[in-house]
């Protein structure tokens, strides 16, 4: 056994762990230390960190968010209302929209209009599934007002043209006397809506047109310049930037594009591979539970890899870093249709996102967008339905509802003293996590997750620098196994319970946090 210390890019924040042998047994000791820097603090969090994403994929649309005024199934204006009031709990901030790799092959105007004079597309990238384009421009932005929350578009770029989404831009955001805004009018939306984000392509290095880094700069330039600005909406412009460890795109787009782009890009999955299984989603052990865990953290290293090359060129930390696709990627629930990404979510992943939004917040100066894969029915989605009208809330759903405290509150650094563990692919893994804010009303939250699948962890918590003197509340999401998820027969297998066991005095916090459990603490 050896003592080693890591240290973070986040001001003031600084590890010690014990890294253990190989093998993955732990010490017998099961303690940790956290200590607040409240003096450190100095950058909001985001809200947008807490973005979803909604792509024309499976039933994520049709079914999940959508299924028509006609429908059986109890809805508001087309919308599903149990989705609807379940995504209005999270207070969802941003939602992208229509894609991913469909956003290169949708066509706007195939979706505005009577729906039943609306053609149908073939949807090549997800299962070939024949696409009825009832869920178009109107359906979307005005789902993202009953919501509350920014549009992010992503446009077409790789099979569309600049002329069609220089007329999309018009067509959503110019009050104008102009040929777009009035053909939004005769098709009954007097009033353009409000969009900030525009995607200018997305995977343009892949399913978005396979180009070259050096040529999409090309491209991004020449599109940026004719999505402009109507009356007083301002769009923010973000590039398709890289995946997960491709540097040299985040490279040539900086030097490329520059200033030009108001944001890139990066998507990272929690996946084990691209090719053959990627595992069941509620069928696993321990070792690939650490080993996602791992694979999870690992998004630190990216992040920061970026955020360095960023950095040479924008000092300033003017242009924003979106990572506007991330999550876990298991493969399909059994019969399921092929190609629909439809997974079960256990236990397992709601640790991915406490752990990623963790790692979010430590680099905020930077990072000002996230947006999970995907909202309902896709890959790590918040909600699961059928069309019997049934709905469960996922574990995931479940920490995003306990994280959204953090939603533009000021970010506090901290350290964390914990063991580690070593885990295959020679990766290093702590056993706790944690995160700090202060809200704008004063209140302090400390969100903490005991990454140990078998073992209670008392957690010491130094929080003498900020004049707290009680714990208001606790919540905690945990279960027996790690596999648990919610169905429909069972969608309360896992939800959050209130969590009694922290106390302070003088100026110290203990905490006794459960084997695999995930705690939020409210603070004043």
């Known amino acids: 056994m050896k003592i080693i210390r890591f240290k973070s890019i986040s001001a003031a924040f600084f590890m010690t762990a014990t890294l253990l042998f190989p093998g993955g047994s732990l010490t017998a000791q099961k303690s940790a230390t956290i200590k607040i820097y409240p003096d450190?603090?100095?950058?909001?969090?985001?809200?947008?960190?807490?973005?979803?994403?909604?792509?024309?994929?499976?039933?994520?649309?049709?079914?999940?968010?959508?299924?028509?005024?006609?429908?059986k199934i109890p809805n508001t204006n087309g919308y599903r209302t149990d989705v609807l009031n379940a995504l209005k709990e999270l207070n969802v901030p941003v939602l992208r929209?229509?894609?991913?790799?469909?956003?290169?092959?949708?066509?706007?105007?195939?979706?505005?209009?009577?729906?039943?004079?609306?053609?149908?597309?073939?949807?090549?990238?997800?299962?070939?599934?024949?696409?009825?384009?009832?869920?178009?421009?109107?359906?979307?932005?005005?789902?993202?007002?009953?919501?509350?929350?920014?549009p992010y578009i992503s446009g077409n770029v790789g099979s569309g043209t600049v002329e069609e989404m220089a007329k999309w831009v018009e067509y959503m955001t110019s009050d104008g006397d102009s040929p777009m805004a009035n053909l939004r009018r005769r098709n009954g939306r007097d009033k353009a809506w409000k969009v900030k984000y525009l995607g200018v392509g997305n995977e343009s290095w892949g399913c978005g047109g396979d180009m070259r880094p050096e040529y999409y700069a090309d491209l991004y330039r020449r599109y940026a310049v004719y999505c402009r600005n109507y009356d007083d909406n301002r769009l923010y412009k973000v590039a398709s930037g890289a995946s997960d460890y491709d540097y040299n795109w985040t490279e040539v787009l900086m030097e490329n594009i520059g200033r030009r782009m108001h944001g890139v890009s990066l998507h990272y999955y929690t996946v084990t591979g691209w090719s053959g299984s990627k595992g069941a989603a509620t069928v696993f052990d321990q070792n690939d539970y650490y080993w996602t865990i791992g694979k999870c953290l690992e998004i630190e290293n990216v992040i920061k890899r970026h955020c360095d090359i960023m950095d040479k060129y924008d000092r300033e930390k003017r242009i924003g870093l979106l990572v506007d696709e991330w999550g876990t990627w298991w493969d399909e629930e059994p019969e399921t249709v092929r190609g629909h990404l439809?997974?079960?979510?256990?236990?397992r992943d709601a640790f991915v996102a406490s752990l990623t939004f963790d790692v979010f917040h430590k680099y905020v100066s930077r990072v000002k967008m996230a947006n999970i894969a995907q909202?309902?029915?896709?890959?790590?989605?918040?909600?699961?339905?059928?069309?019997?009208?049934?709905?469960?809330?996922?574990?995931?759903?479940?920490?995003?509802?306990?994280?959204?405290?953090?939603?533009?509150?000021?970010?506090?650094p901290l350290s964390v003293a914990c063991?580690?563990?070593?885990?295959?692919?020679?990766?290093?893994?702590?056993?706790?996590?944690?995160?700090?804010?202060?809200?704008?009303?004063?209140?302090?939250?400390?969100?903490?997750?005991?990454?140990?699948?078998?073992?209670?962890?008392?957690?010491?918590?130094?929080?003498?620098?900020?004049?707290?003197?009680?714990?208001?509340?606790?919540?905690?999401?945990?279960?027996?196994?790690l596999t648990d998820h919610n169905t429909f027969e069972k969608p309360q297998t896992i939800i959050p319970k209130e969590?009694?066991?922290?106390?302070?005095?003088?100026?110290?916090?203990?905490?006794?946090?459960?084997?695999?459990?995930?705690?939020t603490l409210e603070l004043k």
């Not at 019997?388 to 509150?409: I, R």
């Not at 893994?429 to 704008?440: C, E, F, G, V, W």
């Open 40 to 71: 450190h603090a100095k950058d909001t969090i985001p809200k947008e960190i807490y973005g979803q994403f909604a792509e024309h994929l499976g039933t994520c649309i049709y079914g999940g968010l959508w299924v028509g005024e006609n429908s």
């Open 97 to 150: 929209w229509p894609g991913g790799c469909f956003a290169d092959e949708y066509h706007w105007m195939d979706g505005i209009g009577p729906k039943d004079q609306r053609p149908k597309m073939v949807n090549n990238n997800w299962g070939g599934t024949i696409e009825d384009n009832s869920f178009g421009t109107h359906e979307f932005l005005n789902l993202c007002e009953m919501l509350g929350c920014e």
């Open 342 to 347: 439809y997974q079960q979510n256990a236990l």
């Open 375 to 412: 909202i309902v029915n896709v890959l790590q989605s918040m909600i699961l339905t059928n069309d019997k009208g049934e709905m469960a809330l996922t574990p995931t759903y479940h920490v995003f509802n306990m994280y959204k405290v953090h939603q533009d509150a000021l970010n506090i």
């Open 419 to 481: 063991d580690m563990m070593n885990v295959r692919d020679n990766r290093t893994i702590p056993m706790l996590s944690a995160t700090a804010s202060r809200d704008k009303n004063g209140s302090v939250h400390i969100s903490l997750s005991n990454i140990d699948a078998q073992e209670t962890q008392t957690v010491s918590v130094d929080i003498s620098g900020l004049k707290i003197s009680k714990v208001m509340n606790g919540t905690i999401l945990t279960s027996a196994n």
């Open 499 to 519: 969590f009694k066991d922290a106390k302070i005095t003088n100026g110290v916090m203990q905490i006794k946090m459960p084997a695999k459990s995930i705690v």
